[in-house]
Nanobody, 124 residues
Framework: QMQLVEFGGGLVQAGGSLRLSCVASGRTFGMYVIGWFRQVPGKEREFVAA????????DYADSVKGRVTVSRDNAKNTAYLQMNSLKPEDAAIYYC?????????????????WGQGTQVTVSS
């Protein structure tokens, strides 16, 4: 089992920034692709970004490309999601997830472990 815990959510004004952290324990963090997803009430969870095991490959949803950067520090068992120029439509619960496969995936069913989520609220 792997446990994932997200930190860093909160209330920010439109145009502001937040950095989310995802801290892992229980498994070899560096052996997993890490993905970030978000969900608003009444909607399906959607892919935001993902990073490969060795940080060589990053993938972003079109809705956040250019405003969001995903990164990881395998020595610290931690992944990050730096979000800039936040918009009200970015408000959601943000989840990190771990996938034991090598290839980055965008669908939630491909991920094996999930955190409990952290709320991001963006005021206009």
């Amino acid at each position: 089992q792997m446990q994932l815990v997200e930190f860093g959510g909160g209330l920010v004004q439109a145009g502001g920034s937040l950095r989310l952290s995802c801290v892992a324990s229980g498994r070899t963090f560096g052996m997993y692709v890490i993905g970030w997803f978000r969900q608003v009430p009444g909607k399906e969870r959607e892919f935001v970004a993902a990073i490969s095991r060795n940080s060589y490959i990053e993938d972003y949803a079109d809705s956040v490309k250019g405003r969001v950067t995903v990164s990881r520090d395998n020595a610290k068992n931690t992944a990050y999601l730096q979000m800039n120029s936040l918009k009200p439509e970015d408000a959601a619960i943000y989840y990190c997830a771990a996938d034991r496969n090598i290839k980055i995936q965008r669908t939630e069913k491909d991920y094996d472990y999930w955190g409990q989520g952290t709320q991001v609220t963006v005021s206009s």
